[in-house]
């Protein structure tokens, strides 16, 4: 009985996606690990249709950005808040000089990026409407100085494109996006480029 309790804490431990005010946010479907229907890859693994957008969009933004001092860093980029607690991020643009000192450190980040790109909801939040997490997250980056969250959502399929100082806006994929500076993108002609 000890063994189990204790493989069952290890295994919620492994299951925490992001923790805000010493509270774990678990994955999406965590229970289901636990009771043994689904394996911890199954609620962790990105779907077919993320996977290309976070490929599509870091090799797009890489390609524009390398030279105008920025560092475009994809794949559940760990943030520490100030406040205490973990946020992840899909994709994440920084100043490079401001990256340079933590490139080679196998911590979570301290330094929150300019723009954080977000696919999807990758939480468990029964108890809480979808956005009150969107929300939240959003205010946690900018309380962290970033200056603007790009949510894309695959069904629908909208942009929320949160501005710190400005209007948030909700977009289509088939519209143009500013992500920084002129730097600007259509997600469906992006996606679309690649399609054989």
Do not use: C
């Not at 919620?12 to 005010?21: A, F, S, T």
């Not at 300019?114 to 309380?143: G, H, P, S, T, W």
């Not at 790009?150 to 942009?159: A, D, E, L």
Request: glycine share 4%; charged share 30%.
């Amino acid at each position: 009985m000890k063994t189990a309790l204790k493989e069952n804490k290890k295994l919620l431990k492994e299951l925490i996606y992001e923790e805000v005010n010493g509270k774990p946010i678990y994955y999406k479907n965590y229970k289901l690990v636990i009771k043994g229907k689904k394996t911890l890859e199954e609620v962790m693994a990105s779907s077919s249709l993320q996977v290309r957008l976070k490929s599509e969009l870091s090799y797009y933004l890489h390609t524009l950005l390398r030279n105008k001092g920025y560092v475009v860093l994809v794949s559940e980029i760990g943030i520490k808040l100030r406040k205490g607690g973990t946020r992840s991020l899909d994709l994440a643009i920084y100043k490079f000089e401001d990256y340079k000192p933590y490139k080679n450190s196998s911590s979570y980040l301290p330094i929150s990026p300019i723009v954080a790109i977000e696919i999807d909801i990758k939480a468990e939040i029964k108890n809480q409407n979808f956005m009150d997490y969107v929300i939240r997250k959003i205010e946690d980056l900018f309380e962290m100085e970033t200056l603007k969250v790009i949510w894309i959502f695959t069904s629908p399929k909208i942009i929320l494109v949160a501005n710190k100082n400005n209007d948030w806006l909700i977009k289509n994929w088939e519209d143009e996006i500013n992500i920084i500076d002129d730097v600007n993108i259509k997600l469906k002609e992006i996606l679309g480029g690649f399609e054989r």
